[in-house]
């Protein structure tokens, strides 16, 4: 099978069951972002582990998970907000384990080990108040997320491959164009105002906004992914999706995004 076919078959599938699983309910979603969690937690620890260091991957996915599901839970209104205090604990445990590693570098661990809660974990945590933004479950906004990031994407790889000639950050990533990013930031808006038709539970002016965060954080996150990956010498996070890559590759723009747009949300609708 050539990588074009490999490629688009395992884009299909992906796209399928993200769509699907956000469509469907709440709960499907949760179960599926709950994985998708756990995956990306342990594939970060995997590429840490690839520059020499020795994160806790059991322990460090464990609390990634449980801080999704605490959030989760909270977010649908099962449990009271105190419930999060049940991750406290539960960090602090990661520091305690270290003591009986007789690592000679015990504190770049479990910094490393942190760093995966708080990179990978949180903010897909945070995505579920977003879905959760007018109190009752709306697939619409995570569709809209994916939609105006995708959007990005695919502009930016069109415009630049046609026009691009300025490098946007050529010391992380080559391929990036200046011209790319501002046809990606085109295609993004026209997307954004289509939804803002299509769900009028948020306003255009706030998809607006959402749409800058999506194309200036989400860029950047993706350069940040980029960063990572080179500092350790490999081209792709993972093979979990073939052609594709890894959860973070798929993911990186996201990742970044959503602490910045959950934020903006709630500051919002809290003046």
Not at 8 to 27: D, E, I, K, R, S
Not at 120 to 133: G, H, R, V
Not at 199 to 211: G, L
Not at 249 to 254: E, I, K, N, T, Y
Request: aromatic share 16%; proline share 3%; net charge neutral.
């Amino acid at each position: 099978m050539n990588n074009f076919i490999k490629r688009t078959l395992t884009a299909a599938v992906f796209v399928t069951v993200l769509l699907g699983c956000t469509f469907w309910n709440q709960y499907s979603f949760t179960i599926l972002f709950l994985i998708i969690t756990i995956l990306g937690v342990w594939e970060f620890y995997g590429l840490a582990e690839k520059a020499d260091n020795q994160p806790h991957k059991l322990l460090g996915t464990a609390a990634g998970a449980l801080l999704f599901i605490s959030n989760a839970f909270v977010a649908m209104d099962f449990y009271e907000p105190r419930l999060l205090l049940i991750n406290i604990p539960v960090i602090f445990l990661i520091f305690i384990l270290e003591l009986y590693t007789k690592a000679l570098n015990p504190f770049k661990n479990i910094a490393f080990t942190l760093l995966g809660i708080i990179y990978i974990a949180l903010p897909f945590s945070l995505l579920n108040y977003i879905t959760s933004y007018n109190d009752t479950y709306s697939y619409e906004v995570v569709f809209g997320f994916l939609f105006i990031l995708w959007s990005n994407d695919t502009g930016a790889y069109l415009t630049g491959s046609v026009i691009g000639k300025h490098k946007l950050f050529p010391r992380v990533s080559p391929g990036k164009s200046w011209e790319g990013s501002a046809g990606g930031a085109l295609f993004s808006y026209v997307v954004a105002f289509v939804i803002s038709r299509w769900y009028t539970s948020i306003t255009t002016m706030d998809w607006m906004v959402i749409a800058t965060i999506l194309i200036v954080i989400g860029t950047l996150g993706d350069l940040v992914e980029s960063l990572f990956k080179r500092s350790i010498g490999v081209k792709d996070s993972g093979n979990i999706l073939p052609g594709h890559g890894g959860i973070l590759d798929r993911f990186d723009s996201l990742i970044m995004a959503v602490p910045f747009v959950f934020s903006y949300l709630y500051l919002v609708k809290t003046i």
